[in-house]
């Protein structure tokens, strides 16, 4: 997601990763029909292990958002003032606004019935961040944009040695609470939210400054990749296991609780997908390529900001079942589907920033 902050030289390589990160965000969001789709089989199936794998993968892309933010942000030189003036107040401004515009829309797509709706309950929702299952994005990004002042100075005076140390902290972190919590306190609650906003503000930015700053992309051979790809693999079939054993016995897995290990390995996956695209992708070889990345990267806020209106609309539901019947796998149709939200958002995203004052907040 492109927010506020703009490079005068162009990294089409972060533009890209804007641009699958943008899309994995929408198929996060198809609920049963793609993103928990595995849920609607029992654990060990064959279903289960077919459908398992992208509902794991896909979590590499608020955190690449986050990494693109540390990279553009943390180096910079600039006062206080400034992160207000250019970045915060335009958050502050788009938040309520984009709040009521999809407080009405659950309104009119019935997720929110009119006896319900009043100025008291759209208060309500709004500061329990509860209107629409995205916008949790911009309030985490406010609070990086209230801390990043610290994160700067943090940043700049580290190591090496500290940076790994932070790093492992995080992993160690990311993997220990979910296995405290749900295999050896079965049943007892702990509920430490590690994710929302924890480490997309304190970890994946830092991630991101590090691996710009200290790594050579440049030199990581194919064969390394396919090292990280191979590690990667190994810790979503970990994920795996750790899934069938908690929900063995399960008749319906609700999907807060089909995720509960889905973060462990995020890390490790953002940057794998992170160093691939960096790596992989050769800018200026090909100039219509580089034109279409410029062209969708630019509209990849706007496309996180509508994509829900699009996969909430009634209409469109119908269109994804009658896909989802049509096609042969569920998971080919949703993919697909998820391609026309993608273009749906990308569209209006266009129109809306040709309007006069609008094309600073999108």
């Not at 896909?58 to 990279?71: D, E, L, N, R």
């Not at 659950?106 to 929702?125: E, N, P």
Request: proline share 4%; charged share 15%; glycine share 4%.
């Amino acid at each position: 997601m492109k927010t506020t902050e703009k490079n005068n030289s162009q990294d089409l390589g972060l533009e890209l990763l804007r641009i699958i990160s943008v899309f994995f965000v929408i198929f996060n969001h198809t609920n049963q029909n793609g993103y928990v789709l595995y849920t609607t089989f029992p654990p060990g199936s064959f279903q289960y292990i077919l459908y398992f794998p992208i509902s794991v993968f896909c979590k590499f892309s608020v955190p690449v958002f986050f990494m693109i933010s540390g990279i553009l942000l943390l180096g910079k030189e600039e006062p206080m003032w400034a992160i207000f003036k250019k970045r915060l107040r335009k958050i502050l401004i788009l938040l309520p606004v984009i709040s009521v515009i999809y407080y009405f829309a659950k309104i009119t797509d019935l997720y929110i019935s009119l006896d319900d709706a009043s100025v008291y309950d759209f208060f309500f929702r709004f500061f329990s961040c509860t209107i629409s299952r995205h916008l949790w994005y911009l309030y985490a990004y406010i609070i990086f944009l209230l801390i990043l002042p610290f994160l700067r100075i943090l940043v700049k005076n580290m190591n090496m040695k500290q940076f790994i140390y932070y790093f492992a902290i995080a992993a160690g972190a990311m993997i220990l609470v979910p296995l405290v919590e749900k295999l050896i306190f079965r049943g007892i609650t702990i509920e430490v939210n590690l994710t929302i906003p924890t480490f997309e503000v304190l970890v994946f930015p830092v991630l991101g400054y590090f691996t710009s700053r200290y790594t050579d992309l440049s030199r990581l051979t194919v064969r390394g990749l396919a090292v990280m790809w191979g590690i990667n693999l190994l810790l979503i079939a970990i994920v795996f296991i750790l899934s069938c054993i908690e929900n063995k016995d399960a008749v319906f897995i609700p999907e807060k609780q089909a995720e509960d290990f889905h973060y462990m390995f995020s890390m490790f996956n953002a940057v794998t997908v992170f160093a691939t695209v960096k790596r992989l992708y050769r800018q200026g070889k090909k100039p219509l390529a580089d034109k279409v990345i410029s062209f969708l990267g630019g509209l990849s806020f706007g496309i996180y900001l509508f994509h829900v209106i699009f996969l909430d609309d009634i209409v469109m539901r119908l269109l994804e079942s009658e896909m989802s019947r049509l096609l042969p796998l569920p998971l080919t149709s949703e993919l697909i589907f998820c391609l026309i939200v993608f273009v749906l958002s990308a569209a209006v995203t266009y129109v809306f920033k040709k309007i006069p004052g609008l094309k600073r907040f999108l």
